[in-house]
C-alpha cells in the first residue's frame, strides 16, 4: 500500500457543494434523504478511490 495522498480540487468540493443543493429533491418517509447524500458525494468518490480494488 503506497502513501500516496489523493485531494479533493476546488472544483470537485464546488460539484459536490451545486450537487448538495439538491438534497431535498429526493426526499422521501421510507429512505429519507440517502439517494440525496448520494448523489451529492460522487464527485469526490470518483476522485477518492480511482480503482474498483480499493
Do not use: C
Not at 459536490?16 to 448520494?38: C, D, I, K, T
Amino acid at each position: 500500500m503506497t502513501d500516496k495522498k489523493i485531494k479533493l480540487s476546488k472544483s470537485d468540493r464546488i460539484k459536490v457543494a451545486f450537487r448538495h443543493q439538491f438534497l431535498q429533491s429526493s426526499w422521501n418517509y421510507e429512505r429519507m434523504q440517502n439517494g440525496g447524500w448520494a448523489f451529492s458525494m460522487i464527485p469526490a468518490i470518483k476522485r477518492l478511490y480511482t480503482s474498483k480494488d480499493q
